[in-house]
Structures are given as structure tokens and as C-alpha cells.
């Protein structure tokens, strides 16, 4: 397929364009205590300096030893960063906080139930309750350096102490997205061959006590169908000592872990010296084709910037109460609810449940209770807070300096509204483009240097430098407001380092296209694609227009079309299927589900709920299409390939413009009719 025909559907076609808007600055009292305040760190991190630039942000953890190489690119594009270094990130995020911060809350959480108290951990506490749960997994569970294990965990404090508690031992954790059901739970300890699963037995969403542990038994079934034996299945306990699941556990196999950790009181773990470019986690993502591709994030480089871009952009200081309304199941939630904010000892903010529960205050009184003065969230939160609760924020007195906004472009109006309501015009506001793949921020303000944009992200952070290109491979210059596959000229630590077994593909998707010279160990000819379309205004500041790929983004949450189309495929019924981007009020897009029937089966409203239920099923709940359409007949080209470019028209009522050549024309007008 050329690349021409894989950018059929983008995204980047049904994008909402809006204006250029004015600039809004910071206040002063914000700037004044802002961490990066010197305009010069641009010139510090220019291409004239680089790699070494980079030891700024390194030089803000503990290491054991010092890198000898801060970039070897022997092994193209697989870039290792502060090479010879040793680095824990778990001792970075705790220990090292403990003689001055020892009583300072690392995490608040916030349980969803207004009536369950919050919790305040202590630096000193997660620094106990970490190590106590690494001696169970060493001793317990057997692992050691280099070993993954699959995380299935929901918002609560358990998660970020897994984490920390594998990287102390410099185990790789695979973390996937509460939501996600049980089989692609299963597909991700099959595609990083874990034979431990540590999950929850339940917890709370919308009000209700959700049993999470059933997923473990659907993952562990499906992925001994694929041949991965998981042997130990360990289970948290959403209320200490208490069972909150109906679903029984299986004999020497499943464990509650509050029962072990008994044996682990006043347990100890040395933290592993680990090497730099050791992986610290995988984080799944979707992509073009069906199967989610396992990021590999490493440990000195990722945590380095994570750090830096924490403090810097997100203007993170110890003192600071930092709340990111995202899930720690995503790349935001790993980058900048965990290791970023830890590592530069804030108290970061965990909640568990749904913006919204009970009522549109809820986020509001939880700043307001918890101090909260750095704020941070998807485009898709707020479109939904401004909806039921558009003057809900004035009510609560609470008072943020930054607020940040990641994961789609948002439209002036709600940045606006961010602004203003949310941030009462006092708060600098950030729009961090970036994703999964490159571990922390793109694009950005740096928030007391640049004034803000409303509907752009901004320049390319310090020490990465984008670059838009067209389809013949030929930069767009600065200014020309012309849309381009946007690219990163250049490496940065906190990038990924591969596809997790799979370096093939990792080469091929994100620098095949644009590479200069397939043979060269020199960077400069390494181009990272970045697979989303943008363009760039005369003041340098970034416009994302969303992708270029077959990658859907729903409510934030990246979904692949193939990876739904597969998943409807999974229902005997259907012969074939196409997913298309829909433009929505409050989630951005959401997938539209064509499907047409193998010969003898008809139409009907319980067969369209039926292959609904089987994507929440094989995927999750934001998976759910907005509508299944039945189908006679796909639109084809002559050539058999399914048009996805006239059934998005028609799912966005737009003009499905010249369909005289298609195999069969006939049908586009059956299915408008069906649709509108
Ligand atoms: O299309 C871009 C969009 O989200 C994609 C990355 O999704 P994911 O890997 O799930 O990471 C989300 C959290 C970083 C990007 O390719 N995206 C992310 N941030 C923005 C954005 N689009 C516009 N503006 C943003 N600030």
C-alpha cells in the first residue's frame, strides 16, 4: 500500500481549522516563582549544543555512576542515552527525598466515594509500602532484573506502588489501562511473555464497585491460549483485608497480596544499580495495524526527561500540590502523575473515579480540599466539565498557578472557558503535544518565557526540534500555515527505544519514510515521524491537526482502527468491517462501525448491540462504536479495497466527493440514506 493510500482517512481531512489567535500572558506572580524563567535555555538546548544539553535535565537525579557517552548512535535508530550511567528510578522518586521530605505526602488519594477518607502517603510511607511489596515480588514472585510483568491496574495508590516497586528491582512493568478487558490484557502478557499478573479485586467508577478480578481469570485463559503460562495472579485489595470480588480465586495460583505481605514486614530492597538505557517499563499503544505495539521506555534517559520536562514546563516544585487528571494506564499518567512529579518530590494527586461523580463539582471541591495548585487534563474533560458544570469551578475556592491540557488539539472556545473558569485568568496554561512513543512533552510553552496561543501547542520544547514535512519529503518553511507530517529532526532521552521485540517494525513506521540514508549512524538522517499532520505559523508555534495514520483518538484515548475492525471480525456473523473517525462535541471523535454480513444472515438491532458488545468485549468500554451500521455492501475500489474516506463523509455529513470510479457507486447513496 503507498503511503499516499494509508493516509486515506485522515484525520487531518475532517479536522476543525480555526483561526490564528491572540497571545495571553502569564502574570507576574506566576512568573516570578516559575522555575524556568531564562529565555536562554532555548539557546542551551539549540542543535549547536546538542546532545550535551541533555546533562541539564540528568543532572536533576541521583546517580550511581556517570554516563560516559550521553548519545551513542552506533545502533541507528536505536539511540542510547547516558551510556555507562547507573540509575534507580525508584530511588530517585523516594529515597532520595527521605532526609529532607520524609513526612511530606508523595500521593494523595482521593477515593472516589466522597465518603471514603483520602489517604496522604508519605514520602516515608511509599518508601515502606514499595519496599515491603519488591521483597514479595523478588522472594515471592521470583522476578528479577529484566523480567516483565503485566500490570492491570485501576487508579489507585497500588498502581504507582507497583511501578516504583518493579523498577526498584529493576523489573520491567507493563501496565495496562484499567478499562481494558481482559483479552487485551491477555494480549500484552503474551507479547511481553509475562508469567506474573498483578491486578485488583475491584474498585470504584460512576458510584459503583466495579469486580476487576474477573478480567485476571478472562487474561490469564486467553493468553495460556497463546501459549504464555501466567503462574502467579496477584491481587490487591481495593479495602485492605476485605474481599470486594465475587469471583473466586484459583488455588495456587491467585493471591491476595495483603495476606503475603505479612511475611514482608519491615522488608528492605537494596535498589538495583541499573544501566541507563536499561527499559524501565513497556507502555502498549495502537497503530496501524491490529496489534498494539509495546513502546520500550528506558530508565536514565526517560526518567531524565520526564524530570526536566516536569520541571520546566509543567513548573512542578517540591512544594507544589500537582494533580493530572489522567490515568496512570497511559503514557501521562507514567510520565507526569509518577515518575516526573516524584522524582522532583511534589505530592502528586491520584483520583480514582470519574471527573464528575457525584456531581459537576466534584473536581472542583477536590482541588479546593487538597490545595491543589497545578492542574492538568484532557481537551475531553473539559468540554464535559464546561457542559454540565459551565460556572460549577466559580463556586470553590481554590486557586491554581499552571494548568496544562495533552492529548488533543483543543478548540479556542474551550481553552477559553479552561481559562477563564477553570484557571480564573490566573493560571498559565500549557498545550503539551506529544505521545506514548516519546515519553514526555514535543511541543509546548515554556510557560513564563512564551506567551500562550489558545488552539496551538506551541514551539518545540527545548532541545527538540521539529521540522513539517510534505508528502514528496520536502520542508515546509516556518510560516506557510500549510499542513505537513510533522517530524523531530532530532533524538531525546525521553523517546522510546523500540517496538518491544519487534525492532522491524519499530524502523519501518516511525523512520522509513523520511530517512535520509537507511545505512547512516548519524542521527541527522534519522527523521522521527511522528504520524500526526500539523502546521507551523509565522511565530514558530505548532498547530497539531491529528493524524495521519489509521489511529482514532477518542476522548484522548488512542484506539486503532484496525484493532476494532478486528475485534468486530471476532463475531461469526460479520464478513467484513471499517472504522471511521466521527467528529464529536465532547470526545473529539468517535468510531463509527460499518460492517456488512456473510451471505444468510440479516440484519438486526440485537446482532448491531451483539458485535457492539464484542468490542467492549475483546477491547474495552472506549471501544464501544457510536453506532453499528449494517451494511449490504462496502464502498470498494476495483482493486477490492474498502473506502473508509466516503464512509467517514458520510458519517460526518460531509461530501463524499467524485465516487464514479468505485466498483460500486451504487451503494454510497444506500448507505447516506441509512445513515442521515
Ligand atoms: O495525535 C496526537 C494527539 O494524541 C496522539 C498521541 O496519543 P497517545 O500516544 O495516546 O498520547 C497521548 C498523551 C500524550 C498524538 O499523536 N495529541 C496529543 N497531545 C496533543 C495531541 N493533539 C493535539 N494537541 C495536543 N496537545
Redesign the pocket.
Known sequence: MSEKEKTETSEAEIAVHWGEEAYYYPSLEFVAQANCTDPSIYERFSLDNFPNCYKEYADLLDWYEYWHTTLDTSDAPCWKWFVGGKINASYNCIDRHLPKNRNKTAIHFVPELEEDKVEHITYQELYVRVNEFAALLRDFAGLKRGDRVTLHLPMTPELPITMLACARLGVIHSQVFGGFSGKAAADRVVDSRSHVLITIDGYFRGGHLLDHKEKADIAVEAAAKEGQTVDKVLVWQRYPGKNSTPTPMVDGRDYFVNDLLKKYYGARVEPEKMPAEAPLFLMY?SGTTGKPKGCQHSTGGYLAYVAGTSKFVQDIHPEDVYWCMADIG???GHSYIVYGPLALGASSVVYEGIPNYPDAGRAWRIAQDLNVNIFHTAPTTIRALRKIGPDEPRKYNYKFKHMT??????EPAVWKWYYEVVGKKQAAVV???????TGGFLCSTLPAIKPMKPGS?GPGMPGIHPVIYDEDGKEIPTGANKAGNICIRNPWPGGFQTIWGDRERFVRQYYERYCKNPKSKDWRDWPYL???AAMEAADGYFR?L??IDDVI?VS???LGTKELESAALVVPEVAEAAVVPVSDEIKGKVPDLYVSLKPGFQASPELAKKISDALAREIGPIAKPRKVWIVTDMPKTRSGKIMRRVLSAISNKGDVGDVSTLANPEIVDQIRKMVL
Open positions: 499503544t497511559w503514557i501521562t491540557t495533552v492529548g488533543e488539539p483543543i498545550d503539551t503535544w506529544w505521545q506514548t512513543e501547542a511522528t504520524g500526526d497539531i491529528g493524524r483518538n484522548g484515548h488512542r
